[in-house]
């Protein structure tokens, strides 16, 4: 749950948003949704920043295109300042960057502002109880963004070459390598030559560091 001091047991939301509308009818539907409380609604983060001060909320539904500056870094101030309040995007923008600048910033899910009621309203109680909400548009850019980066971390390499690798971080000899893979030397040299073109070092070292930082084993 959140840092927050909730002694009602009810979930106390905040609204960042500069369209009027959108903070009115958010606003309307929290209010009406049981267990929920709309403690406020702004048009800027710094309008926003004294008032959730004071009223402690538990979930802030963050806008990305604000003025003075983006939803994105207001989360980064925001949960720098109170890291016990969940802050979720609630969009109109599906881009990647700003998907996953929203997530390293601290906001804890992204939804679009398409989102049904019912799904955004269950979306906060998720955030409110530590889970992780996202649209399914999003939630399908951030697996595929993933097994990319797994992809690229270790499919470019060859499973002959991977096993070279692994024999290599055992600390083998380029003889031992080969008598282990029941090559010859001189297919050892060939394969290291590859994994150093591919990982873009120059040596065994170097190979064994890189494997390690990117989790290629």
Known sequence: ???????????????????????????????????????????????????????????VLMDIGLPEKSGIE?????????????????????EDEKIFQSIRAGAVGYLLKKTPSDKLLSSIRDAYTGGAPMSGEIARKVLKYFQQQKMANSSHLSVREIEVLEALMEGLSYKAIAEKLFVSVHTVRFHLHNIYEKLHVTSRSEAIAKAMKDNIL
């Open 1 to 59: 749950m959140s840092g927050t001091d909730n002694r009602d047991g009810v979930i106390h939301v905040a609204i960042v948003d500069d369209d009027a509308e959108v903070r009115e009818g958010l606003s309307w539907l929290i209010n009406h949704a049981e267990g929920m409380e709309c403690v406020g609604t702004y048009a800027s983060y710094s309008k926003a920043r004294p008032n959730i001060e004071a009223t402690s909320p538990d979930v």
């Open 74 to 94: 207001c989360v980064a101030d925001l949960k720098a300042e109170f890291p016990g309040i969940q802050v979720m995007m609630l969009t109109v923008y599906s």
